[in-house]
């Protein structure tokens, strides 16, 4: 047999040969992107809280969380071995009650009763509230953020001499902090996206790690076969 029929041969194997994929699943800055978006545009939202049509971002902004918890969440739910319907079922119940309750706030007449102020702190408690649940029960990469729009809520609940802004300015040794409520927010949001990047880490290995005990043990049942 030539050389040139050697090659030919050989072409068929090389081409069968399967794709070796990452243990992780996805590259790290795509795993990225849902905490950078929900701090990046929670940020903006707090910066441009005074703005004509912030009530309404805000609202808005439950929906961009929900889906992204949705998105984020399939880790955990593969570690945790969920299934995916229940899974999704459990979004859905959880981000539609919300969803439900802001809606009732706002055609049962409580609305009225509160200021644009108001309203907005008690919709970002909601929200911090929700997404601490989320965290907890399905998506633990969203805790610092659930942290992160308590500290925003608070901050537009109390926006006289706020007494976490000072106290944050004292630590931080920042002049007159509670005058600077946006470059504080900016600071605690980056500090909380890097402590969101360690869980994210830890996520990253235990997801390495079942994937290889799955893969090992999926071999196991086939040798054994």
């Known amino acids: 047999m030539s050389d040139a029929t050697a090659v030919v041969a050989d072409a068929p194997q090389k081409a069968a040969k399967p794709k070796r994929s990452s243990p992780h699943g996805v590259p790290f800055y795509v795993a990225v992107m849902p905490m950078l978006i929900l701090f990046g545009f929670a ?3 707090f910066w441009s809280a005074e703005s004509a049509g912030a009530t309404g971002r805000w609202e808005g902004f439950i929906y961009v969380v929900a889906v992204i918890s949705l998105i984020s ?15 999704l079922i459990k979004q859905a119940i959880h981000w539609g009650g919300l969803i439900l309750l802001v809606y009732m706030i706002n055609t049962q007449g409580l609305r009225e009763l509160m200021s644009d102020q ?13 997404t601490l649940l989320a965290a907890i029960h399905m998506d ?25 802004l000072i106290a944050l300015g004292n630590v931080a040794g920042i002049e007159d902090a509670a005058d600077k409520p946006t470059d504080i927010a900016l600071i605690v949001a980056g500090v909380g996206f890097v402590a969101s990047l360690f869980v994210l880490l830890m996520m990253r290995g235990a997801l390495m790690s079942k994937r290889v005990a799955d893969k090992r043990k999926a071999q196991a049942e086939k040798v054994k076969a």
């Open 118 to 130: 108001q309203y907005t702190s008690v919709l970002l408690y909601l929200l911090a509230f929700a």
């Open 43 to 45: 940020a903006w939202l």
């Open 73 to 87: 969440g399939w880790s955990q739910a593969y570690l945790d071995g969920t299934p995916r319907l229940w899974y």
């Open 140 to 164: 633990l990469k969203l805790f610092f953020f659930s942290l992160f729009l308590v500290f925003c809520a608070y901050l537009i609940a109390v926006p006289e001499a706020n007494p976490a």
